[in-house]
C-alpha cells in the first residue's frame, strides 16, 4: 500500500488546500478512494492526488542574519510618526 | 519528566499544536493513538448495527440513506487509521488487535438492534452523542486528528437529520410506529448515558492534560442532556429516568449510571459484543483474498 495526500478546493478561485491522506494499493484506487472520500458530496470542484514520496519537504528556513527589514516587525513607526506630526502641529489631542 | 517533555507539555497546554512529524513524547504517542484507534475501531463496528438494516428498511429512500451513512462511518474509519498509521501502528495491527479483542471500541456498538426505531434513535441520539465529543476534538492538540474531525463532524450532522426524520415520520404515524420509537428509547437510553464515560474530573483525566481531548466527561453529557431531553419530551415520548431533571442551575440531574458494567461492555461483554466481532472476523477472512489480489496486482 502506497500513501497519497489529498489536496481539494472547495470552491472556485479558492486555493487547493492538503485535505487528508489515503492509503491505496495504486494510484487507481487512490483516484477512487479520493474522489469517494473528498468530493461525493460536491464539497471539492478539484482534486489533486500527490504521492507521499513525490513531496520534498523543506526541514529549515531560518532568517539567519535576521533580516528585519522583510517583516512588518522591521518597521515600527508609531513614536516617529508621533513625532512627525508634532513638528507639523498636525497632533491631534 | 525530562526537559524536552516539559517543554512539549507546556506547548500543548498553551493551545500548541503537534503534526505528524514533530517529536513527541512516548506517553503522548500511546495515548493519543490508542484514542484515535479507539476511534477508527468504533466507526468500523458502528455501522454493524446499522448494516443489519439495509435490506429491511421501510422504503427504497431509506434504504439509500442509510447505505450512504454507512458508507460515511467507512470512509471515517478509513481516515481514522490512516492517522493511527502515522503514529506507528500499521492498519493491519489494528484490525488484527480488534478481532482479538485486544482493543476497544465505544459500547453502543455492543449492543443488538431490535427494530427499525433503533435505527431511527441511533442515528438521531447516538449520532447527537457522538457529535458532541467528536466537535470538541476539533481543539486536539494532534493538528491531523483536529484537521479530519472536521470533515467528519460535517458528514454527522446529516446523519442526525436523517435519524430525526426517521424518528418524526414514526412518531407522527400509527400508534405501532410511535411504540417502536419509545421502545427504542428505553432500551437506548442507559447506553446513551455512559456514552460519554464516568464523570472523571477535567483535571484527573491524563488526556486533557495532554490536551488530546478539551472537554471533561460530564461537560459532554450535560450538553447532551441539555440539548436533546427536551427535543425527545417534546415529541410526547419518555426517557426511562425517574431522576432526570434540569436543576435550576442548568444542571441536569440523572441516575447515575453503572460504570462497572460499562467497563465490562466496553471490554467484550456487552450484549452483541462476541457476535459482532465474530462478524468482523468472518468479513476480515472472506475479503482477503481481494486485498491479496489488489496488492499482488499494484505490485
Given at each position: 500500500m502506497s500513501v497519497f495526500e489529498v489536496f481539494r478546493r472547495e470552491r472556485a478561485?479558492?486555493?487547493?488546500?492538503?485535505?487528508?491522506?489515503?492509503?491505496?494499493?495504486?494510484?487507481?484506487?487512490?483516484?477512487?478512494?479520493?474522489?469517494?472520500?473528498?468530493?461525493?458530496?460536491?464539497?471539492?470542484?478539484?482534486?489533486?492526488?500527490?504521492?507521499?514520496?513525490?513531496?520534498?519537504?523543506?526541514?529549515?528556513?531560518?532568517?539567519?542574519?535576521?533580516?528585519?527589514?522583510?517583516?512588518?516587525?522591521?518597521?515600527?513607526?508609531?513614536?516617529?510618526?508621533?513625532?512627525?506630526?508634532?513638528?507639523?502641529g498636525t497632533l491631534e489631542g | 519528566m525530562d526537559v524536552r517533555t516539559e517543554e512539549f507539555l507546556a506547548h500543548v497546554q498553551s493551545g500548541g499544536l503537534v503534526e505528524a512529524g514533530d517529536w513527541m513524547p512516548d506517553e503522548y504517542r500511546k495515548r493519543l493513538t490508542k484514542f484515535v484507534e479507539m476511534h477508527a475501531n468504533s466507526e468500523l463496528m458502528g455501522v454493524l448495527p446499522e448494516r443489519d438494516w439495509i435490506l429491511r428498511a421501510p422504503t427504497l429512500q431509506r434504504k439509500l440513506a442509510l447505505t450512504a451513512k454507512i458508507q460515511d462511518e467507512a470512509g471515517h474509519a478509513q481516515l481514522l487509521y490512516r492517522i493511527v498509521e502515522d503514529l506507528g501502528k500499521p492498519r493491519e495491527a489494528c484490525l488484527d488487535d480488534l478481532i482479538a479483542g485486544k482493543s476497544k471500541f465505544h459500547n453502543v456498538f455492543?449492543?443488538?438492534?431490535?427494530?427499525?426505531?433503533?435505527?431511527?434513535?441511533?442515528?438521531?441520539?447516538?449520532?447527537?452523542?457522538?457529535?458532541?465529543?467528536?466537535?470538541?476534538?476539533?481543539?486536539?492538540?494532534?493538528?491531523?486528528?483536529?484537521?479530519?474531525?472536521?470533515?467528519?463532524?460535517?458528514?454527522?450532522?446529516?446523519?442526525?437529520?436523517?435519524?430525526?426524520?426517521?424518528?418524526?415520520?414514526?412518531?407522527t404515524g400509527t400508534d405501532g410506529q410511535r411504540e417502536l420509537v419509545q421502545e427504542a428509547l428505553d432500551r437506548w437510553w442507559e447506553p446513551l448515558m455512559m456514552?460519554?464515560?464516568?464523570?472523571?474530573?477535567?483535571?484527573?483525566?491524563?488526556?486533557?492534560?495532554?490536551?488530546?481531548?478539551?472537554?471533561?466527561?460530564?461537560?459532554?453529557?450535560?450538553?447532551?442532556?441539555?440539548?436533546?431531553?427536551?427535543?425527545?419530551?417534546?415529541?410526547?415520548?419518555?426517557?426511562?429516568?425517574?431522576?432526570l431533571e434540569r436543576g435550576e442551575d442548568g444542571i441536569w440531574a440523572y441516575t447515575e449510571p453503572d460504570w462497572?458494567?460499562?467497563?465490562?461492555?466496553?471490554?467484550?461483554?456487552?450484549?452483541?459484543?462476541?457476535?459482532?466481532?465474530?462478524?468482523r472476523k468472518l468479513s476480515r477472512a472472506e475479503i482477503d483474498w481481494v486485498s491479496r489480489t489488489v496488492l499482488a496486482e499494484a505490485a
Amino acid at each position: 500500500m502506497s500513501v497519497f495526500e489529498v489536496f481539494r478546493r472547495e470552491r472556485a478561485g479558492a486555493p487547493m488546500q492538503h485535505a487528508g491522506s489515503i492509503a491505496a494499493p495504486d494510484a487507481r484506487f487512490a483516484e477512487v478512494y479520493a474522489r469517494e472520500q473528498y468530493g461525493r458530496r460536491g464539497e471539492s470542484e478539484a482534486l489533486w492526488l500527490v504521492p507521499r514520496e513525490s513531496i520534498d519537504e523543506i526541514a529549515e528556513f531560518v532568517d539567519e542574519f535576521d533580516l528585519k527589514y522583510r517583516r512588518v516587525d522591521g518597521y515600527s513607526i508609531k513614536e516617529r510618526l508621533k513625532e512627525a506630526r508634532q513638528r507639523a502641529g498636525t497632533l491631534e489631542g | 519528566m525530562d526537559v524536552r517533555t516539559e517543554e512539549f507539555l507546556a506547548h500543548v497546554q498553551s493551545g500548541g499544536l503537534v503534526e505528524a512529524g514533530d517529536w513527541m513524547p512516548d506517553e503522548y504517542r500511546k495515548r493519543l493513538t490508542k484514542f484515535v484507534e479507539m476511534h477508527a475501531n468504533s466507526e468500523l463496528m458502528g455501522v454493524l448495527p446499522e448494516r443489519d438494516w439495509i435490506l429491511r428498511a421501510p422504503t427504497l429512500q431509506r434504504k439509500l440513506a442509510l447505505t450512504a451513512k454507512i458508507q460515511d462511518e467507512a470512509g471515517h474509519a478509513q481516515l481514522l487509521y490512516r492517522i493511527v498509521e502515522d503514529l506507528g501502528k500499521p492498519r493491519e495491527a489494528c484490525l488484527d488487535d480488534l478481532i482479538a479483542g485486544k482493543s476497544k471500541f465505544h459500547n453502543v456498538f455492543h449492543y443488538p438492534t431490535k427494530s427499525w426505531g433503533d435505527v431511527g434513535v441511533i442515528a438521531w441520539l447516538v449520532d447527537a452523542a457522538a457529535i458532541i465529543s467528536q466537535k470538541a476534538l476539533l481543539k486536539c492538540s494532534y493538528a491531523p486528528y483536529a484537521r479530519i474531525m472536521r470533515k467528519i463532524c460535517w458528514e454527522e450532522s446529516f446523519h442526525i437529520l436523517h435519524g430525526r426524520d426517521v424518528v418524526l415520520t414514526l412518531v407522527t404515524g400509527t400508534d405501532g410506529q410511535r411504540e417502536l420509537v419509545q421502545e427504542a428509547l428505553d432500551r437506548w437510553w442507559e447506553p446513551l448515558m455512559m456514552f460519554h464515560g464516568n464523570p472523571i474530573p477535567a483535571d484527573d483525566d491524563p488526556m486533557v492534560h495532554w490536551r488530546i481531548k478539551s472537554q471533561a466527561n460530564e461537560e459532554a453529557r450535560q450538553q447532551f442532556l441539555e440539548g436533546y431531553v427536551p427535543q425527545v419530551w417534546e415529541l410526547g415520548l419518555t426517557l426511562p429516568d425517574p431522576k432526570l431533571e434540569r436543576g435550576e442551575d442548568g444542571i441536569w440531574a440523572y441516575t447515575e449510571p453503572d460504570w462497572e458494567k460499562l467497563q465490562a461492555v466496553v471490554s467484550g461483554n456487552g450484549p452483541a459484543s462476541a457476535e459482532r466481532i465474530a462478524f468482523r472476523k468472518l468479513s476480515r477472512a472472506e475479503i482477503d483474498w481481494v486485498s491479496r489480489t489488489v496488492l499482488a496486482e499494484a505490485a
